[in-house]
Protein backbone atom coordinates (compact mmCIF):
# COMPACT_ATOMS: atom_id res chain seq x y z
CA UNK A 1 0.00 0.00 0.00
CA UNK A 2 1.28 3.43 -0.51
CA UNK A 3 2.58 6.36 1.36
CA UNK A 4 -0.68 8.40 3.25
CA UNK A 5 -0.18 11.60 2.20
CA UNK A 6 -2.71 14.57 4.43
CA UNK A 7 -1.20 17.47 4.01
CA UNK A 8 1.26 19.86 2.12
CA UNK A 9 4.44 19.03 4.94
CA UNK A 10 3.48 15.00 4.26
CA UNK A 11 4.03 15.68 0.26
CA UNK A 12 7.25 17.89 0.99
CA UNK A 13 8.76 15.27 2.83
CA UNK A 14 8.10 12.90 0.52
CA UNK A 15 9.14 14.94 -2.40
CA UNK A 16 12.85 15.29 -0.28
CA UNK A 17 12.50 11.48 0.37
CA UNK A 18 12.19 10.68 -3.34
CA UNK A 19 14.83 12.70 -4.43
CA UNK A 20 17.24 11.29 -2.06
CA UNK A 21 16.29 7.61 -3.40
CA UNK A 22 16.67 9.00 -6.56
CA UNK A 23 20.48 10.95 -6.01
CA UNK A 24 21.45 7.45 -4.12
CA UNK A 25 20.59 5.43 -7.65
CA UNK A 26 21.71 7.86 -10.21
CA UNK A 27 23.95 10.55 -11.02
CA UNK A 28 22.75 13.59 -12.80
CA UNK A 29 24.79 15.15 -15.80
CA UNK A 30 26.17 18.71 -15.45
CA UNK A 31 23.54 20.57 -17.61
CA UNK A 32 20.40 18.62 -15.55
CA UNK A 33 22.87 19.50 -12.17
CA UNK A 34 22.90 23.34 -13.37
CA UNK A 35 19.51 23.75 -14.12
CA UNK A 36 18.02 22.49 -10.97
CA UNK A 37 20.38 24.71 -9.27
CA UNK A 38 19.03 27.61 -11.43
CA UNK A 39 15.67 26.86 -10.03
CA UNK A 40 16.17 27.09 -6.84
CA UNK A 41 18.07 30.07 -7.21
CA UNK A 42 15.25 31.58 -9.08
CA UNK A 43 13.06 30.45 -6.35
CA UNK A 44 14.97 32.52 -3.79
CA UNK A 45 14.71 35.60 -5.45
CA UNK A 46 11.39 35.19 -6.35
CA UNK A 47 10.31 35.23 -2.90
CA UNK A 48 12.67 37.23 -1.89
CA UNK A 49 11.27 39.87 -4.51
CA UNK A 50 7.55 39.29 -4.36
CA UNK A 51 7.02 37.50 -0.75
CA UNK A 52 5.21 34.21 -2.10
CA UNK A 53 6.28 31.58 -4.19
CA UNK A 54 4.48 29.02 -6.32
CA UNK A 55 2.61 27.49 -3.04
CA UNK A 56 0.61 30.17 -3.16
CA UNK A 57 -3.40 29.88 -3.11
CA UNK A 58 -4.71 33.51 -4.17
CA UNK A 59 -4.64 33.21 -7.60
CA UNK A 60 -7.37 31.06 -10.06
CA UNK A 61 -6.50 28.58 -13.00
CA UNK A 62 -6.83 31.88 -15.19
CA UNK A 63 -4.30 34.03 -13.11
CA UNK A 64 -2.04 31.12 -13.27
CA UNK A 65 -2.12 30.70 -17.45
CA UNK A 66 -1.75 34.17 -17.64
CA UNK A 67 1.43 34.53 -15.80
CA UNK A 68 2.73 31.52 -17.50
CA UNK A 69 1.65 33.30 -21.32
CA UNK A 70 3.12 36.48 -20.09
CA UNK A 71 6.89 34.12 -19.44
CA UNK A 72 6.48 32.64 -22.60
CA UNK A 73 6.00 35.39 -24.68
CA UNK A 74 9.03 37.26 -22.62
CA UNK A 75 10.81 34.28 -23.62
CA UNK A 76 9.82 34.20 -27.22
CA UNK A 77 11.20 38.15 -27.47
CA UNK A 78 14.52 37.23 -25.94
CA UNK A 79 14.48 34.19 -28.59
CA UNK A 80 13.85 36.43 -31.80
CA UNK A 81 17.15 39.06 -30.25
CA UNK A 82 19.53 36.27 -29.71
CA UNK A 83 18.98 35.26 -33.26
CA UNK A 84 18.63 38.63 -35.38
CA UNK A 85 22.32 39.41 -33.02
CA UNK A 86 23.36 36.02 -34.92
CA UNK A 87 22.10 37.22 -38.65
CA UNK A 88 23.55 40.57 -38.02
CA UNK A 89 26.62 39.56 -37.03
CA UNK A 90 27.02 36.56 -39.06
CA UNK A 91 27.86 33.85 -36.62
CA UNK A 92 26.54 30.72 -36.48
CA UNK A 93 26.26 29.03 -33.70
CA UNK A 94 28.47 25.58 -34.00
CA UNK A 95 26.32 22.66 -33.58
CA UNK A 96 26.78 20.66 -30.48
Known sequence: MGR?????????NYLVE???????TF???SVVTSVIGQFIDRSKK?????GVD???TDLD???WIEHAKQ??????????KIKQDLIISGSQPKVL
Open 18 to 24: MEQQQED
Open 54 to 56: LDR
Open 27 to 29: QLD
Open 46 to 50: GKAKY
Open 61 to 63: LIE
Open 4 to 12: QINNETDYR
Open 71 to 80: EHMDAILYLE
